[in-house]
């Protein structure tokens, strides 16, 4: 089972229930490793000042805003974490409303709500009353030092978390030119549609739905694999021992697990703060943006 992202409350009026929040997603993206395509080495980033050309040490690294070309301020560690939310380990609900009343375009990530021991009973009582009333409970959570606005919403015996855009986030439809509702439709073209609808209705099966450029590029990897056509690198210097976990590594397991499945082709269409953990996190932070 995956770890909780954090172990704490999820808080409405006085009622505290414990719960863990667990990601609700997956991500099977591809992983690659860029090479020189002159001799198949390893490409590696360095941090570099932009004016001597040397390699920065990540222990001068600190993080800045750029209010005006090439003019910044540098902010201290102490300063973001003096931003950082105090609330931590909680899902503090305060509102409920109508299950339709948020657009699509708020939504942004899934989490899991898993009731915590002796929690069960709070738990069922909040999913059955959001059921009810049709309603969705709406609040602040914190994740990974950041706090978030969202959604908790019952998915048949879960509760489930959504991440949601704040309106500054969300890019207003008065920004686009869209047709206006006077826009004639004659009723033949109209009935046609609906009836075109119709015919290709039916009932939502998402593993009917394959990642199929995924797909595709696995078979050509596969292929080539089988066929020897493959280049080696030496290692790098400071490179993690074999055996230890790499996006190479993992890349090599997938590709055997598949090659050990028959390479089956596609189907077709049809957190907690801790300030040492967070100083360093967001020097590396700063360090990749300005890498």
Do not use: C, H
């Given at each position: 089972m995956a770890r909780p992202i954090w172990n704490g409350t999820l808080s409405f009026g006085l009622l505290n229930i414990p719960v863990a929040v667990m990601s609700g997603q997956r991500t099977n993206d591809l992983h690659f490793r860029m090479l020189?395509?002159?001799?198949?080495?390893?490409?590696?980033?360095?941090?570099?000042?932009?004016?001597?050309?040397?390699?920065?040490?990540?222990?001068?690294?600190?993080?800045?805003?750029?209010?005006?070309?090439g003019n910044y301020v540098v902010l201290e560690p102490e300063d973001i974490e003096g931003a950082a939310p105090e609330s931590h380990e909680s899902v503090d609900l305060?509102?409920?409303?109508?299950?339709?009343?948020?657009?699509?375009?708020?939504?942004?990530?899934?989490?899991?709500?898993?009731?915590?021991?002796?929690?069960e009973k709070g738990y069922v009582?909040?999913?059955?009353?959001?059921?009810?009333?049709?309603?969705?409970?709406?609040?602040?959570?914190?994740?990974?030092?950041r706090e978030y606005l969202c959604a908790v919403l019952p998915r048949g015996k879960a509760l489930m978390l959504n991440l949601l855009r704040y309106p500054s986030e969300v890019i207003p439809q008065s920004e686009y030119s869209f047709p206006a509702s006077a826009k004639r439709v004659?009723?033949?073209?109209?009935?046609?549609?609906?009836?075109?609808?119709?015919?290709?209705?039916?009932?939502?099966?998402?593993?009917?739905?394959?990642?199929?450029?995924?797909?595709?590029?696995?078979?050509?990897?596969?292929?080539?694999?089988?066929?020897?056509?493959t280049v080696e690198a030496e290692p790098e210097e400071g490179a993690e021992p074999a055996g230890q976990s790499t996006n190479v590594v993992d890349?090599?397991?997938?590709?055997?697990?598949?090659?050990?499945?028959?390479?089956?082709?596609?189907?077709?269409?049809?957190?907690?703060?801790?300030?040492?953990?967070?100083?360093?996190?967001?020097?590396?932070?700063?360090?990749?943006?300005?890498?």
């Open positions: 020189d395509s002159r001799n198949n080495k390893p490409v590696r980033y360095e941090r570099v000042n932009a004016q001597t050309g040397r390699e920065v040490p990540w222990k001068d690294v600190v993080k800045a805003f750029e209010y005006r070309k305060e509102t409920f409303v109508e299950a339709d009343a948020i657009g699509p375009e708020y939504y942004e990530k899934p989490y899991y709500l898993v009731p915590g021991k002796r929690a009582l909040l999913r059955q009353t959001l059921e009810k009333t049709g309603r969705i409970g709406v609040g602040r959570v914190v994740i990974r030092t004659n009723r033949s073209e109209l009935a046609m549609a609906e009836k075109l609808v119709e015919a290709l209705s039916g009932e939502w099966k998402p593993e009917q739905f394959k990642d199929e450029f995924r797909a595709r590029l696995k078979k050509v990897i596969e292929k080539r694999l089988k066929g020897g056509k890349f090599v397991s997938l590709l055997k697990q598949s090659l050990a499945e028959g390479g089956r082709a596609p189907a077709k269409k049809k957190a907690a703060r801790r300030a040492a953990p967070r100083k360093k996190a967001a020097r590396k932070s700063a360090a990749r943006k300005r890498a």
